[in-house]
Each structure stands twice: as C-alpha cells, then as structure tokens.
C-alpha cells in the first residue's frame, strides 16, 4: 500500500475499524502510508472489509492468497532485531489502564513530524502540551521478578537523553525528571551527550527506582513514588510518564530457533561465541544486529557487513555469476541548450512540510527564471518519486534539476543515478536543503522558515543555470589490502579478507602479534583468550596470502582510492606496498594512573595488572584478605571526557575470579555508574550476590588513599563517602585495583596524518558516519576497526573486524572505481608559480610542472578531492574547481537578495539617518 488518499478529520484516529485496525500518518492534509497491524478483524477472522470498500485508490486487496516460494541460498542471515518490552504485561507500570503514561516508543511517535499530533508533544486525554513529563528508566530490564529481563538493554538510557533533548527544544519551559538507576552512556561521544542533556535548564535526574502509584482522575496526570538518600519515599505529579521500555528478542524467536535449527541463549536471543559473534552453530546460518543481543545502530550496521564478509568466505566462488551491469541511458547532450530547470519540493514526510508551505514554496519556484516545470512530492527519495523525476524530465524535456529536499550529503548520489536514468548528464543536478537549513532549526517560525525556503530554493536554481557537464573517469583497482596493526582486530580483519581470495598486507609496530590481548587471559563471558589468540596467530603465519611485517614503522603513504602505495621500515629494511584499500586497527593503550599511590606502592595495580597477576597465580593478590577497586581512573574527567567501557566488566569479572579462589575476600568496588550493558548484567548480579560490595561515589568527593599500618601490616586505607548510609567509610585493603582509562596510542596522530584521516576530540579515529559509515573514514579506500576507534570488548572488536573486512571487500571485489569529475584545474596563463596552492592541498594532489609558459601547478585529478582550499588560496583566479566554478556560485550569491530587498533595505538605512 503506497498512498491513501482518503483524510480524517482527527489525526489522532488511528483508523476506520472499530478496532482501530488500520494506521494513518498524515502530513498537514495529506496522508501519507497506510498499514494494518495484527489486530485486523479480516486478517484474523475473515469478518471486516470496512477498510477495503471505503479506500479511493483500491489499495487494499483482500483477493491476495498466501503464496509459497523455494529460493535456493548459500547462506543465510538472521536479522530479526528486536521487540519493544511491552509494559501492559505488568499492571505496576499502569500502561494501559493511564492515558498519560506512555511508552517510549509512543514518545517517538509524538516526537516524530509523521506522528499523530504532526510533531508536538500532547497528552493523550485533554490533547494538551504537558509541563512535567517524568521518564521511568530500566522498564523490562535489570530486573529478575516475573516479566522482566535480568540483562541492560544498553540503549534506553540514551534514547532518553535524545528525547529529553528534543523536548527541551519544542518547549523551553518544560520539567523533564529522569528517573534512573546507573547513567549508562557507555558508547562514543554518550558522556558528552548525556551532559549536555543534564545541563539543560528544568532537566532533573534522579538517581531512584520509581513507580507509578495512581492517576488523578480529576485532571489525568500521574503519580510517581521514589525514594531519595535525605528526605524518604516522595510522591510528585507529573502532566506524563514516559516508560523508557528495554529490548526483547524478537517475537517469534522460538519459531525462529525451529526452522533454521539455531540454539538460543537464556534471554531468547540468537547463542553465539565470544570468539565469533556473527556465527551460529548452524554452518551457513549467520547472525547480526539486536539478534546477538541488545545493540545500538551502529554495532548493528557494522554486524551486518561482518555478516556479509562472512558469507563472502562462503560463497567467494560464487561471486559476480548474479550480478548484472545496470545500462543507462545514452546521455543527451544538451550543453547549447538555454536552461530548462525542474523543481522538485520534497514534504520529507512532515519533517519539511510541517513548518514549510510547501504548495507555496511550488507556486514559487514556478516564477524563477529558466523554471519550466515544478512539483511537489511526499518523499522525492522514494521509489516512485524517482521514476516520476525521471518520467518528467523527458516528458517535459528539462534540462536541469532541482531538488529542495535534505542534506546531499546523504542522497545526492541517488538523484544524480535518477537524471543518468533520464538521459542526463549527473552534475545537471543542484540539492536545496530545506530541511537541515530551513525546517529542523525554525520549527517555531514557520512563515519566515517558508520564506528562508524560496529563498534557498531561488538560490539554488541561480546555481543550476549555470551548472556544466562534467565526465567521471574509472581508476583501477589494486586487489591487495593494507592492515595497520596485528591485534585481534587487524589479524581477525586480515584472515577475512584472505578467505576471500585477496591478498593482505599486515604491518604490525611490535616484534609479535597480539596486541594489547596479550595482557588479557579471559572474558567475563568465558573465553580463554591467549589460547584463543595462539590459534589466530598461527591462522595469520599458515595463511599463504597474508605478508606480516614485524617492527614496522610508516614512512609515507601516496596514491587514491584503489592504488595507495605505503613505504614501511621493518626489520632494518624498506618495503614498499602497493594496495588498493587499507584498514587501520592500531588498537589503544592503557592510561598509567598518577593517582592513588600507583606506581609508588607494590600493592596498587590496574585492572588489566590484577588480571595479571590472578593469571599467574600471584598469591600475594590471591590470599588478599581485602581488596579495593576504584572505577573511572583517567576517565570520565576534563582530561578525557569520555566513558572506557570496559572498566566495570573487567572489576566484575576480576571480582568473581578472586571470590572464587578465595572467597572469604573482602571486595569493593567504587564505582560512579556500573556498566556492565547487555548480558554482562548477570555478571554484575552475580558477583552482588558473591557479597562482592558496590559503593557509588561522585566525582565532587572522590575516593582517597593513604598507606598505613595495621596491626604491624602494611595496608592502604581508602576513604570514601557512602551515599546511601551517609558516612564516609574507611576501608582497609591489601590490594588496590584502579580502573585505568583506556586512552588512544601515541602513534594515533602519527597515522592520522599518513592516511588523511580524522580524529574525535578524544584523539580516537573518528568514522565517516556515526551510524551510516561505522567502519569507513570520510577519507575513500580506508577503513577502521578495534579500540582504535574506541574502547571495546574483544567480541565487539571482532565484530566490527569483519565489518570493516565487509567493507574493504565491496572496493577490492571491483576492477575499477570510479572518480568524480568535481575537481579543480589551472590555467596556466594565469599561474604564477607561487605555490599557495600546493601549500594548501593535504592530499598531495598539486605539484610544479614544466610548460612551455615555465613552471606551472598542475591539479592530478586522481587525487584531487574537490575541496576548493586551492582555488581560495589562488590569488589570481588561476584555478578553477569544476562543478563549483567562478559562475556558478557569483550567480548565487547573488541571487540571495533580490534588487528590490537591496533597494528597500537601503531606502529603511535613509529614513532611519
């Protein structure tokens, strides 16, 4: 069912049926996708039909039978993600039974332009926008009793944030209240993200498990009841409460585990292996995503291209007998013809039309010069929507189009693929972004919003005027990959890519392979990592494809996307490698604390030192009558403002490692936030129950340390203040165990600037996209992996190895690659040979040539990126970056203000002196 066109006059009546059966999102008057959910009395029962003979379009045809089709597959991916907890199942939360308590996933509904109040937040019983809304946190998670899930769905807390951040930005005068156990903003750059919410103005969190206790009936808002460390049980009213419900496996997981013969692990997910995530004990059957267990989006992205590199092993001899080359068009040549421009107007849903009129915006673009046709469209993306472009290019022989939608950063490539599809020339095309520039930030303003549009669209279609042909040339592909770095993560990466018929070359800076697991022996889920680490080794050297170069330093690194060429140092020799992709998975180090007397005493380690030395039976640290770990040593500080992850997994699993040698040990653990996400929570119930003591401590009123004797003993004392009893404790230790922060390596920069790369502001590398490109730099042909990127467990950092493994594969399993024809030329009349240019490019990609004029910049254009920094610089013009030229953009400055706003504004300036 792609379009309805039958309206409602209440967008809150989520259907006709009297079950309310059938769903509409509605964008201003125009509805945009129907479905019907399970509830449909004629899907269930064969008795309603009311849908069917009431729509327009006879887009709903009960006349379809089931059909059965065999597909014959090599493989098979299991991508069942996950199903919202659904909090009606326990009457404590009052989901159900009170109108104004809601779930999260109601929430992003409300939140959503598409939703039932077109984007504003309204409760449910007087339609009106709530002043105190209250978030529940850990619903259907960490929690043992009947219904619930034992394990952290590791993203609620997050989500959270984002919703309190973006109600925050509806209604400045909003009370957000946060109830919570742990802050769990575990992931890269959520410390950041988590401040940012708590520093907003009226945003309250309260560390307390809550409960709904009652609805007033006289006015719908809800009661929550909490406990507070100084004032007792408390009961506050809130206008809403919002359930931040956790994840489970999917619905049909046992039907699932049936037919493709898979195990399931206790909670209902998919059973796998630390040392192999993706694979299940069926061979051939692989998994990914929230199916593992629960994850955030970019662990499912990069689970999903580890899965393909995996089934790429599998299926490697069989690739390209499928695949089929996609023939356009032959291109119409029509640079002597006078711009013929089209308008394209997307609603995006209701993210643009909610605040843009956008009929307005149509009949607008329509008045330009060279517009000869203009249209608007629910989502110019969609399948549809494309073909229609196509279909009204040709019949309206257009020229040049104009799409006023998003960001081009995200589908430009798609509208350019739709005008090569009409026989155009792609760089034809110019993208107004309405939405990021226009609509998401003047919500609240929306006639100047629809005014700033045109103006962006006049712009726009100024530029397109004047947009030239230009042609993409192919560049050949390399089929051998570079890995920098021989941890779990490069050689897990390496044999990957190896399986699949490739050459690897693996550079690793140490004399042996193994990274920083060589300190690791076990997992907190069981895995023997050094023998685990001994078989990935011997894997590496038995592999015939893969060339590991030890000692090895990066002199330089030349060349583009598909031929790179990188001298190494290794061994007292020079080696010169010549690869078409490369993967940097240089892992991290571990933060040497200054605080708390390490190193100056012999009784103070870090985690992974304790892990240590519990390995070789150290009796010292075995027969400790008492032991301290401190949490967030180096982290989670101005320094390094950033959570390491793995700290509270580790003190747990060396907590029950030591309980179970000796477990009349006293253990303590100071913790600020337990993280222990996803099924590790069991872990860290466990070791509770171990009487292993968890103290929470602030950062305001850290933990001290002093050495001292008892009864003839050396002993370090640590002090620290206990929230919940209101008392600062001293606790004497044998040993004490400092959570080290987990900091990028110091040759991170160093490799940075080898391979053009990018760093987050913790000096992480930093991904292309946080969620679309989890695994790729912005920088073509280079990947990432492992702890490089940012801390992780080893089964995360194994992960994401076959994701960036995947991606490598989708750039080596070509002949050629393609290079874009936006890029920047000279003149050599104009040059004068002062070289600002080839100072300015970081890609190498400008150099002096001899001409007959002298010597002269000249612009390779396989290496040329389209930045423009050159032709800034340039001080005569000389250069040129096509696509972007002189014209182009003169001609829409220019068409910013229009002479009569210049004349008006100049008339205001006069009256006014």
């Given at each position: 069912m792609e379009y309805c066109p039958v309206t409602y006059p209440d967008p809150f009546n989520q259907g006709i049926s009297d079950n309310k059966a059938v769903h509409?999102?509605?964008?201003?008057?125009?509805?945009?996708?129907?479905?019907?959910?399970?509830?449909?009395?004629?899907?269930?029962?064969?008795?309603?039909?009311i849908c069917s003979s009431v729509c327009q379009a006879d887009a709903i045809d009960f006349r379809q039978a089931p059909k059965k089709t065999d597909i014959n597959v090599g493989a098979i991916l299991l991508s069942s993600g996950i199903t919202p907890f659904d909090p009606s199942v326990k009457d404590e939360y009052g989901y159900t039974t009170m109108k104004n308590v809601v779930t999260s996933m109601d929430y992003e509904r409300l939140l959503s332009s598409t939703g039932p109040y077109e984007g504003e937040v309204r409760r449910i019983t007087d339609k009106q926008h709530p002043k105190k809304i209250a978030w529940i946190q850990c619903v259907g998670s960490r929690r043992v009793t009947e219904g619930d899930n034992s394990y952290c769905s590791g993203v609620c807390c997050t989500y959270t944030q984002k919703q309190v951040i973006l109600t925050k930005h509806h209604y400045e005068d909003v009370e957000c209240t946060i109830f919570h156990n742990d802050i769990r903003s575990f992931g890269k750059d959520f410390e950041r993200y988590f401040q940012r919410a708590e520093q907003l103005p009226g945003v309250e969190f309260i560390r307390s498990y809550a409960s709904v206790a009652r609805e007033n009936p006289e006015n719908g808002n809800v009661a929550v009841r909490y406990a507070t460390p100084d004032d007792g049980v408390k009961e506050v009213e809130f206008d809403m409460v919002v359930l931040s419900v956790g994840l489970n496996p999917p619905s049909a997981f046992k039907e699932i585990s049936e037919k493709f013969g898979i195990n399931l692990n206790a909670h209902g997910f998919c059973e796998t292996e630390s040392s192999n995530p993706i694979k299940t004990n069926r061979p051939g059957v692989f998994v990914s995503g929230a199916f593992q267990g629960p994850t955030d989006i970019p662990e499912s992205v990069f689970t999903a291209s580890g899965a393909g590199s995996q089934i790429g092993e599998l299926l490697d001899y069989r690739r390209g007998n499928l695949?089929?080359?996609?023939?356009?068009?032959?291109?119409?040549?029509?640079?002597?013809?006078?711009?013929?421009?089209?308008?394209?107007?997307?609603?995006?849903?209701?993210?643009?039309?909610?605040?843009?009129?956008?009929?307005?915006?149509?009949?607008?673009?329509?008045?330009?010069?060279?517009?000869?046709?203009?249209?608007?469209?629910?989502?110019?993306?969609?399948?549809?929507?494309?073909?229609?472009?196509?279909?009204?290019?040709?019949?309206?022989?257009l020229?040049?189009?104009?799409?006023?939608?998003?960001?081009?950063?995200?589908?430009?490539?798609?509208?350019?693929?739709?005008?090569?599809?009409?026989?155009?020339?792609?760089?034809?095309?110019?993208?107004?972004?309405?939405?990021?520039?226009?609509?998401?930030?003047?919500?609240?303003?929306?006639?100047?919003?629809?005014?700033?549009?045109?103006?962006?669209?006049?712009?726009?279609v100024a530029r397109a005027s004047q947009l030239e042909p230009l042609q993409e040339f192919d560049l050949p592909v390399n089929k051998t990959a570079l890995i920098v770095g021989g941890g779990i993560g490069g050689m897990t990466c390496a044999l990957s890519i190896a399986a699949q018929g490739h050459e690897v070359e693996l550079i690793e800076k140490n004399k042996d392979l193994g990274g920083m697991a060589r300190r690791l022996h076990t997992t907190l889920e069981g895995l023997d990592v050094q023998t685990y680490l001994d078989d990935l080794i011997q894997q590496v050297y038995k592999n015939p494809l893969i060339h590991v170069s030890h000692e090895a330093t990066i002199k330089q690194v030349a060349g583009y996307l598909g031929s790179f060429t990188t001298t190494v140092e290794t061994e007292g020799r020079i080696k010169e490698i010549k690869h078409g992709a490369s993967v940097l998975a240089i892992g991290a180090d571990e933060y040497k604390p200054t605080e708390y007397l390490y190193p100056e005493s012999d009784q103070v380690f870090t985690h992974l030192e304790l892990g240590e030395e519990i390995a070789r039976g150290n009796e010292k640290v075995l027969n400790a009558g008492s032991l301290v770990m401190i949490q967030c040593v180096g982290c989670r500080n101005?320094?390094?403002?950033?959570?390491?992850?793995?700290?509270?997994?580790?003190?747990?699993?060396?907590?029950?490692?030591?309980?179970?040698?000796?477990?009349?040990?006293?253990?303590?653990?100071?913790?600020?936030?337990?993280?222990?996400?996803?099924?590790?929570?069991?872990?860290?119930?466990?070791?509770?129950d171990n009487e292993v003591r968890f103290i929470r401590y602030t950062p305001e009123d850290a933990p001290q340390v002093e050495a001292a004797k008892e009864g003839?003993?050396?002993?370090?004392?640590?002090?620290?203040?206990?929230?919940?009893?209101?008392?600062?404790?001293?606790?004497?230790?044998?040993?004490?165990?400092?959570?080290?922060?987990?900091?990028?390596?110091?040759?991170?920069?160093e490799i940075a600037n080898h391979f053009k790369v990018t760093l987050s502001p913790d000096e992480f590398f930093k991904e292309a996209h946080v969620k679309l490109k989890p695994v790729e730099f912005a920088t073509d042909g280079v990947f990432l992996c492992g702890t490089a990127h940012y801390p992780k467990h080893i089964p995360?950092?194994?992960?994401?190895?076959?994701?960036?493994?995947?991606?490598?594969?989708?750039?080596?399993?070509?002949?050629?690659?393609v290079a874009s024809g936006s890029v920047a030329i000279v003149s050599d009349y104009d040059c004068v040979s002062c070289g600002a240019c080839i100072t300015a490019c970081t890609y190498g990609a400008i150099e002096f040539r001899d001409t007959p004029k002298g010597k002269k910049a000249w612009v390779n254009p396989i290496l040329c990126k389209g930045d423009g920094l050159c032709n800034a610089k340039c001080p005569t013009n000389a250069i040129v970056l096509k696509h972007f030229t002189n014209d182009a953009l003169c001609n829409q400055i220019d068409a910013a203000i229009t002479r009569k706003d210049i004349i008006e504004q100049m008339d205001a300036v006069l009256e006014e002196a």
């Amino acid at each position: 069912m792609e379009y309805c066109p039958v309206t409602y006059p209440d967008p809150f009546n989520q259907g006709i049926s009297d079950n309310k059966a059938v769903h509409v999102y509605f964008s201003q008057a125009i509805p945009l996708v129907a479905y019907i959910d399970d509830s449909c009395l004629r899907l269930k029962e064969n008795k309603c039909d009311i849908c069917s003979s009431v729509c327009q379009a006879d887009a709903i045809d009960f006349r379809q039978a089931p059909k059965k089709t065999d597909i014959n597959v090599g493989a098979i991916l299991l991508s069942s993600g996950i199903t919202p907890f659904d909090p009606s199942v326990k009457d404590e939360y009052g989901y159900t039974t009170m109108k104004n308590v809601v779930t999260s996933m109601d929430y992003e509904r409300l939140l959503s332009s598409t939703g039932p109040y077109e984007g504003e937040v309204r409760r449910i019983t007087d339609k009106q926008h709530p002043k105190k809304i209250a978030w529940i946190q850990c619903v259907g998670s960490r929690r043992v009793t009947e219904g619930d899930n034992s394990y952290c769905s590791g993203v609620c807390c997050t989500y959270t944030q984002k919703q309190v951040i973006l109600t925050k930005h509806h209604y400045e005068d909003v009370e957000c209240t946060i109830f919570h156990n742990d802050i769990r903003s575990f992931g890269k750059d959520f410390e950041r993200y988590f401040q940012r919410a708590e520093q907003l103005p009226g945003v309250e969190f309260i560390r307390s498990y809550a409960s709904v206790a009652r609805e007033n009936p006289e006015n719908g808002n809800v009661a929550v009841r909490y406990a507070t460390p100084d004032d007792g049980v408390k009961e506050v009213e809130f206008d809403m409460v919002v359930l931040s419900v956790g994840l489970n496996p999917p619905s049909a997981f046992k039907e699932i585990s049936e037919k493709f013969g898979i195990n399931l692990n206790a909670h209902g997910f998919c059973e796998t292996e630390s040392s192999n995530p993706i694979k299940t004990n069926r061979p051939g059957v692989f998994v990914s995503g929230a199916f593992q267990g629960p994850t955030d989006i970019p662990e499912s992205v990069f689970t999903a291209s580890g899965a393909g590199s995996q089934i790429g092993e599998l299926l490697d001899y069989r690739r390209g007998n499928l695949a089929k080359e996609r023939v356009y068009p032959e291109e119409r040549d029509v640079s002597n013809e006078d711009p013929k421009i089209g308008v394209f107007v997307c609603h995006c849903g209701a993210n643009i039309s909610s605040v843009v009129n956008v009929p307005s915006t149509v009949e607008y673009a329509l008045t330009l010069p060279n517009v000869v046709y203009a249209k608007e469209q629910i989502f110019s993306c969609a399948t549809n929507s494309a073909k229609e472009i196509t279909d009204l290019a040709k019949e309206k022989g257009l020229n040049r189009v104009v799409i006023a939608a998003c960001s081009p950063r995200t589908l430009e490539p798609l509208f350019r693929d739709t005008l090569r599809e009409a026989g155009l020339n792609q760089y034809y095309l110019d993208m107004a972004n309405i939405r990021e520039h226009c609509s998401w930030v003047h919500a609240k303003q929306k006639d100047e919003a629809t005014q700033k549009a045109q103006d962006i669209v006049r712009m726009s279609v100024a530029r397109a005027s004047q947009l030239e042909p230009l042609q993409e040339f192919d560049l050949p592909v390399n089929k051998t990959a570079l890995i920098v770095g021989g941890g779990i993560g490069g050689m897990t990466c390496a044999l990957s890519i190896a399986a699949q018929g490739h050459e690897v070359e693996l550079i690793e800076k140490n004399k042996d392979l193994g990274g920083m697991a060589r300190r690791l022996h076990t997992t907190l889920e069981g895995l023997d990592v050094q023998t685990y680490l001994d078989d990935l080794i011997q894997q590496v050297y038995k592999n015939p494809l893969i060339h590991v170069s030890h000692e090895a330093t990066i002199k330089q690194v030349a060349g583009y996307l598909g031929s790179f060429t990188t001298t190494v140092e290794t061994e007292g020799r020079i080696k010169e490698i010549k690869h078409g992709a490369s993967v940097l998975a240089i892992g991290a180090d571990e933060y040497k604390p200054t605080e708390y007397l390490y190193p100056e005493s012999d009784q103070v380690f870090t985690h992974l030192e304790l892990g240590e030395e519990i390995a070789r039976g150290n009796e010292k640290v075995l027969n400790a009558g008492s032991l301290v770990m401190i949490q967030c040593v180096g982290c989670r500080n101005e320094d390094r403002n950033y959570c390491s992850r793995v700290c509270c997994s580790h003190a747990v699993k060396n907590a029950l490692k030591l309980k179970k040698a000796n477990p009349d040990m006293m253990i303590y653990i100071l913790f600020r936030d337990m993280r222990t996400y996803g099924f590790r929570e069991d872990a860290y119930r466990e070791a509770s129950d171990n009487e292993v003591r968890f103290i929470r401590y602030t950062p305001e009123d850290a933990p001290q340390v002093e050495a001292a004797k008892e009864g003839g003993k050396d002993i370090l004392r640590v002090t620290v203040a206990d929230p919940i009893l209101g008392q600062r404790l001293e606790l004497d230790a044998d040993i004490l165990s400092l959570a080290a922060a987990v900091i990028p390596t110091e040759s991170t920069k160093e490799i940075a600037n080898h391979f053009k790369v990018t760093l987050s502001p913790d000096e992480f590398f930093k991904e292309a996209h946080v969620k679309l490109k989890p695994v790729e730099f912005a920088t073509d042909g280079v990947f990432l992996c492992g702890t490089a990127h940012y801390p992780k467990h080893i089964p995360e950092t194994i992960n994401q190895a076959y994701g960036a493994a995947g991606r490598v594969l989708t750039l080596l399993s070509r002949d050629t690659v393609v290079a874009s024809g936006s890029v920047a030329i000279v003149s050599d009349y104009d040059c004068v040979s002062c070289g600002a240019c080839i100072t300015a490019c970081t890609y190498g990609a400008i150099e002096f040539r001899d001409t007959p004029k002298g010597k002269k910049a000249w612009v390779n254009p396989i290496l040329c990126k389209g930045d423009g920094l050159c032709n800034a610089k340039c001080p005569t013009n000389a250069i040129v970056l096509k696509h972007f030229t002189n014209d182009a953009l003169c001609n829409q400055i220019d068409a910013a203000i229009t002479r009569k706003d210049i004349i008006e504004q100049m008339d205001a300036v006069l009256e006014e002196a």
